[in-house]
């Protein structure tokens, strides 16, 4: 005979019984886990008819999963960082290329870890970061909780210098950090155990390793077999670079497992961009840089074993800004940002078999070259399913390039049966350049729009950052090759003490730096390198430099720290 006590203690546990099974029916939120590496190019993969290169794991995960086939991303790194995090073009962020004050990402942006996190979900970075590494830009201003990333575009570059993919100096939670080991070790174990840790809840992981991104730094355990196979000293240090991001990608597998959570994860993995290399190419003409298919068309894997059929390829036309959108419907959660969203989500085609003529057609746009001026019609791509248009091909780097004056130079390519992009229809097909011309042209005059392409604006003075370094070479501008300093935003005014990397210059000398329309000068003796600045409250360029005594600005050459000031604020 059962007790009252009995009874009701019987019906508690059912009631309790009943509220868990409730809940996990109607709160069943994935985690999501997103791969991405750095210059691994369509043809550094086994899968795709590599001869050489290891990757058993990352073969096997894309023939068990879902390939997207045509999948577009920017042809250089922090683009498509930008439109991956946000769902947005590029040049809508304030991003506009990878250094040089190019690469910061207006702090106002709305992420998927902004919004993944007001979700409930705890969010991690691993890896590379590269859109801005001073306050309001920062990961963990932008939504990310726990943040284990190197500064600037790549270890070892300013104002990350000097450093090595051994041991690697990074940044954890904003802090310096001493590691131990090899870089894709070390953000591959933190975050395998941020998901341990966080197993019992729904997670979000963004693993950006800085490989195989240059200097091609690996232990020869990994490259001599590339080179015994007669590989040249660089393709065998990339493969080994890769390889060894396919080992770490099984430890990330096998980790699921182990943690019974891999049903109702949503892993990705995806590239960059192409190879900054010459090397197989799996067919694709040009690489990293071009908006040829080498540079723009990556891989894209996908699994969620809860939802996804496995064991498919998907052929239409998808892109970075299709993330955000794909993986907010995943989880459930509007992305209401009262900003246009550019991506789509895919969820209907990844989910379930949608027929392609029902998917609608659309074009992708993809556009990137140096300088703080994003020129109409200079090295664009406009991608549909079957053609493609280029514009100025291979003037990434052209500075000095002024399309208004040159008719642009249009290419156009059959990709459905043209794939290596042999045969230019421009002649033949006028009626789709005009097409595709247009659709660029309206494009681009809504991403000027926005923001009228103004990169984001570093934060000086904020408690949140007391010390806030001003990297020459990441975020600095240089308008044809001419230095002019930092956009800024002095949140408090008065004393700032500077501290001056001098480099090689450590004679007497001055320190100069204008702000607000005026120009003062500190003398620095011999060997000294710290003044004290007294900074007005105000948004503008702010520049620091070191003068001669002959009244000469010493220049400073490299992608290294040299050069660079450090502001701390005394009050």
């Known amino acids: 005979m059962l007790t009252p006590q009995f009874r009701r203690w019987l019906l508690t546990a059912a009631l309790a019984l009943v509220a868990i099974a409730l809940h996990a029916?109607?709160?069943?939120?994935?985690?999501?886990?997103?791969?991405m590496t750095d210059d691994q190019d369509?043809?550094?993969?086994?899968?795709?008819?590599?001869?050489?290169?290891?990757t058993p794991n990352l073969d096997r995960f894309g023939r068990e999963g879902v390939q997207l086939t045509r999948f577009y991303v920017a042809p250089v790194c922090a683009p498509t960082r930008a439109s991956l995090l946000t769902g947005r073009y590029h040049y809508r962020t304030g991003i506009l290329h990878t250094s040089r004050g190019g690469a910061k990402m207006h702090g106002d942006e709305a992420t998927i870890a902004e919004f993944l996190r007001d979700a409930g979900y705890r969010t991690g970075i691993f890896g590379k970061w590269h859109l801005g590494d001073n306050i309001p830009m920062r990961p963990s201003d932008q939504g990310f909780a726990e943040s284990l990333i190197h500064k600037s575009g790549g270890i070892d570059q300013g104002p990350d210098h000097p450093n090595s993919y051994f041991d690697p100096r990074?940044?954890?939670?904003?802090?310096?950090?001493?590691?131990?080991?090899?870089?894709?070790?070390?953000?591959?174990?933190?975050?395998?155990?941020?998901?341990?840790?966080?197993?019992?809840?729904?997670?979000?992981?963004?693993?950006?390793?800085?490989?195989?991104?240059?200097?091609?730094?690996?232990?020869p355990r990994y490259s001599d077999r590339y080179k015994a196979m007669g590989l040249d000293d660089t393709t065998a240090k990339v493969y080994a670079m890769v390889e060894n991001i396919d080992e770490?990608?099984?430890?990330?597998?096998?980790?699921?497992?182990?943690?019974?959570?891999?049903?109702?994860?949503?892993?990705?993995?995806?590239?960059?961009?192409?190879?900054?290399?010459?090397?197989?190419?799996?067919?694709?003409?040009?690489?990293?840089?071009?908006?040829?298919?080498?540079?723009?068309?990556?891989?894209?894997?996908?699994?969620?074993?809860?939802?996804?059929?496995?064991?498919?390829?998907?052929?239409?036309?998808?892109?970075?800004?299709?993330?955000?959108?794909?993986?907010?419907?995943?989880?459930?959660?509007?992305?209401?940002?009262?900003?246009p969203l550019d991506g789509r989500s895919l969820l209907p085609l990844l989910a379930r078999p949608t027929p392609t003529e029902r998917w609608p057609e659309r074009t992708v746009f993809l556009q990137v070259h140096r300088g703080l001026e994003p020129k109409k019609y200079q090295h664009f791509a406009a991608v549909t399913q079957q053609f493609k248009l280029i514009g100025h091909p291979g003037t990434f780097n052209r500075e000095d390039?002024?399309?208004a004056k040159v008719p642009p130079p249009l290419e156009l390519y059959d990709l459905s049966s043209d794939p290596g992009e042999k045969n230019d229809l421009a002649a033949k097909h006028p009626e789709v350049v005009t097409r595709l011309r247009r659709e660029y042209e309206a494009w681009f005059e809504s991403v000027r729009r926005e923001r009228q392409f103004?990169?984001?604006?570093?934060?000086?003075?904020?408690?949140?950052?007391?010390?806030?370094?001003?990297?020459?070479?990441?975020?600095?501008?240089?308008?044809?090759?001419?230095?002019?300093?930092?956009?800024?935003?002095?949140?408090r005014g008065g004393i700032y003490d500077a501290t001056f990397n001098r480099g090689v210059h450590g004679g007497a000398a001055q320190l100069v730096v204008s702000w607000q329309g005026k120009t003062s000068r500190v003398p620095l003796a011999a060997g000294k390198n710290q003044a004290a600045l007294n900074l007005g409250a105000g948004e503008g360029i702010l520049d620091i430099w070191l003068e001669s005594p002959a009244g000469k600005r010493l220049d400073y050459e490299g992608n290294d720290s040299n050069g660079d000031p450090t502001l701390r604020w005394r009050g």
């Open 248 to 339: 770490n990608f099984g430890r990330l597998m096998a980790t699921l497992d182990r943690l019974d959570l891999r049903r109702n994860t949503v892993v990705v993995f995806l590239t960059d961009n192409g190879a900054q290399q010459s090397r197989f190419s799996a067919g694709q003409r040009g690489r990293k840089g071009t908006v040829y298919e080498g540079g723009i068309h990556v891989p894209c894997f996908w699994q969620w074993p809860a939802r996804f059929d496995g064991r498919r390829t998907i052929d239409r036309v998808a892109a970075h800004i299709d993330l955000l959108p794909t993986l907010l419907e995943v989880a459930g959660v509007p992305p209401a940002t009262g900003r």
């Open 170 to 219: 990074l940044w954890h939670n904003n802090q310096p950090q001493k590691t131990s080991g090899y870089c894709t070790d070390v953000f591959f174990s933190a975050a395998l155990q941020f998901i341990e840790q966080n197993r019992d809840q729904p997670f979000f992981v963004y693993l950006p390793t800085n490989a195989p991104h240059t200097p091609l730094q690996v232990s």
């Open 401 to 403: 390039l002024d399309p």
């Open 25 to 35: 029916a109607a709160d069943p939120r994935p985690n999501i886990v997103v791969v």
């Open 454 to 491: 103004l990169p984001g604006v570093i934060h000086i003075g904020s408690p949140a950052e007391p010390e806030a370094e001003l990297s020459r070479y990441q975020d600095g501008g240089y308008p044809g090759g001419i230095k002019t300093g930092w956009r800024v935003k002095v949140l």
């Open 42 to 54: 369509y043809g550094d993969l086994g899968i795709h008819g590599n001869p050489h290169i290891r």
